[in-house]
Nanobody, 121 residues
Framework: VQLVESGGGPVQPGGSLRLSCAAS????????MGWYRQAPGKQRERVAH???????DYADSVKGRFTFSRDKAKNTGYLQMNSLKPEDTAVYYC????????????????WGQGTQVTVSS
């Protein structure tokens, strides 16, 4: 299973970015997905999470600004980030949870390589 994240980059405060996380490989289904971020000198924190049924939850710091959606048919998740702030600057990581193979094996959880988001004027 491979995860490819894209959509990061530099943006001015108040701007928007849309991150994508595409999973590929021997995948029959993905239970849940999450976006995490890690700023320099800080621990990795969960930003947003979405279940197989589409239920979402967000860190308090991003509620009302970030929206997590997924296209189950494409095994892809999207994080729409609006009203970005300098404190949102971090490497953003995608995680898929409960991956199941076409033969019914539970493959586990996987992390993407991360994409840098820099919010600065």
């Amino acid at each position: 299973v491979q995860l490819v994240e894209s959509g990061g980059g530099p943006v001015q405060p108040g701007g928007s970015l849309r991150l994508s996380c595409a999973a590929s490989g021997s995948i029959f289904s993905i239970n849940a997905m999450g976006w995490y971020r890690q700023a320099p000198g800080k621990q990795r924190e969960r930003v947003a999470h979405i279940t197989s049924g589409g239920s979402t939850d967000y860190a308090d710091s991003v509620k009302g600004r970030f929206t997590f959606s997924r296209d189950k048919a494409k095994n892809t998740g999207y994080l729409q980030m609006n009203s970005l702030k300098p404190e949102d600057t971090a490497v953003y990581y995608c995680r898929v949870e409960g991956v199941e193979s076409p033969l019914g094996f539970t493959l586990g959880d996987y992390w993407g390589q991360g994409t840098q988001v820099t919010v600065s004027s």
